[in-house]
């Protein structure tokens, strides 16, 4: 089993039990992942580290989005 699949369960059980909590959760690392990407976009320095950043942002709301749905 893949790192984010047992993110995605792990998730899953979280959306089971509090479903507005995790819809909450949910939105909220979405905007951050957004100013992430922002970041990325407009820095002029280190480059690599906000690309990281904004990379592992986005596996994270693919493992969320996951658990949302599934």
């Known amino acids: 089993m893949s790192t984010t699949e047992e993110l995605t369960k792990r998730a899953r059980f979280l959306r089971n039990a509090a479903p507005q909590q995790f819809a909450d959760?949910?939105?909220?690392?979405?905007?951050?992942t957004d100013r992430q990407y922002e970041t990325m976009v407009l820095?002029?320095?280190?480059?690599h580290n906000a690309q990281g950043h904004a990379q592992q942002c986005k596996v994270i709301v693919d493992a969320l989005e996951r658990a949302k749905n599934g």
């Open 43 to 47: 820095t002029t320095e280190n480059l």
């Open 25 to 32: 959760f949910f939105a909220e690392f979405v905007a951050y």
